[in-house]
């Protein structure tokens, strides 16, 4: 299975993280985080078949406890 479907649950969960984790960010810089974390796919860029590309909540967390200066279940 694929699409929006498929993908809006992952995307989330993966949301839901971040917030726990970071609960002073906003809509725009979840977003932000995500697609810019996401592993591209397919062409260079994002794309109508694979949009940004794979999720990478690792590396998600990474960035925004970089950006944030906060460890994993510091907050």
Same mark, same amino acid.
């Not at 995500?34 to 062409?43: C, E, K, M």
């Given at each position: 299975?694929?699409?929006?479907?498929?993908?809006? @649950? %992952?995307?989330? =969960? =993966?949301?839901? #993280?971040?917030?726990? %984790?970071? %609960?002073?960010?906003? @809509? %725009?810089?979840?977003?932000? #985080? #995500?697609?810019?974390?996401?592993?591209?796919?397919? @062409?260079?860029? @994002?794309?109508?078949?694979?949009?940004?590309?794979?999720?990478?909540?690792?590396? =998600?967390?990474?960035?925004?406890?970089?950006?944030?200066?906060?460890? #994993?279940?510091?907050?």
């Amino acid at each position: 299975m694929n699409g929006t479907s498929m993908a809006a @649950p %992952q995307v989330a =969960a =993966a949301a839901a #993280l971040l917030l726990d %984790q970071h %609960q002073s960010l906003t @809509p %725009q810089s979840v977003a932000a #985080l #995500l697609t810019g974390t996401a592993r591209d796919l397919g @062409p260079s860029g @994002p794309d109508t078949d694979t949009g940004f590309g794979m999720l990478d909540v690792t590396a =998600a967390l990474d960035a925004a406890h970089a950006v944030l200066g906060k460890t #994993l279940g510091a907050e």
